[in-house]
């Protein structure tokens, strides 16, 4: 049976609830005065439209896993470990990351220029900028109970596949690879990609490894008495 996701206004708060299609037209035909087919376009429109709006709501929480152990860790090879929320590349963050490294190339810096002389008429972000979003868009994928410290070791593979303009939205989306257990360390290959809103091609793709020390369990001393 189809039902139709409405909003419903009570004590001055929104709720939404699911009702049969009858019944949501019976409350727009009352007084002898039946909606017009220009009315229920709309309203089916905005019911649509606040669909998604939940839809979007729910899906964007990153997925959490929590590991404690390697065997943990090797049970998530071959699953998407997470995707994260959007963030907006603004000009302020192209600026600071080219103070931070001293890339003051025209095509990430000068506007003016590159309004002129860019087939986007924009600025473009650092690939490295984009690069070093990682840490931080990955931060709530997985959840090491147990741990001492954490080591990035570096990247096997990097691509740069698209152009980032200033204003655009990206994301991040992690696949865990292979965990193995190394010099008394989880070590965790990863696939990254750096998504940009609207594009097919990923703007990053890359293959990143971290190292993760577990906190060694203490064990109970034992009375020789």
């Not at 302020?92 to 103070?99: C, G, N, S, Y």
């Not at 003016?112 to 924009?122: K, S």
């Not at 147990?146 to 096997?156: K, P």
Request: aromatic residues 8%; charged residues 25%.
């Amino acid at each position: 049976m189809r039902l139709d996701l409405v909003t419903i206004q009570e004590e001055g708060a929104t709720q939404y609830k699911l009702r049969r299609p009858h019944e949501r037209w019976a409350s727009r035909c009352t007084g002898g005065n039946c909606a017009t087919n220009r009315d229920r376009k709309l309203a089916l429109l905005k019911y649509f439209v606040i669909f998604l709006h939940c839809n979007i709501i729910l899906s964007k929480e990153p997925i959490l896993h929590t590991i404690s152990s390697i065997d943990d860790a090797k049970a998530l090879e071959g699953q998407e470990a997470g995707v994260s929320e959007w963030v907006t590349i603004d000009q302020e963050r192209i600026d600071k990351f080219a103070e931070a490294t001293g890339d003051f190339q025209w095509i990430h810096v000068d506007q003016e220029r590159a309004a002129a002389e860019l087939p986007n008429g924009t600025t473009i972000a650092h690939g490295y900028l984009t690069l070093a979003l990682i840490p931080v868009l990955t931060g709530g994928f997985i959840e090491v109970t147990n741990l001492e410290r954490a080591i990035n070791f570096g990247c096997n593979k990097v691509r740069f596949y698209t152009m980032v303009p200033v204003g655009s939205r990206v994301r991040c989306r992690g696949k865990v690879l292979q965990a193995r257990k190394r010099g008394g360390a989880l070590h965790l290959l990863s696939e990254v990609r750096i998504e940009v809103e609207g594009e097919k091609k990923p703007a990053c793709v890359a293959e990143t490894l971290a190292m993760y020390f577990f906190e060694e369990e203490v064990q109970p001393a034992v009375s020789t008495g």
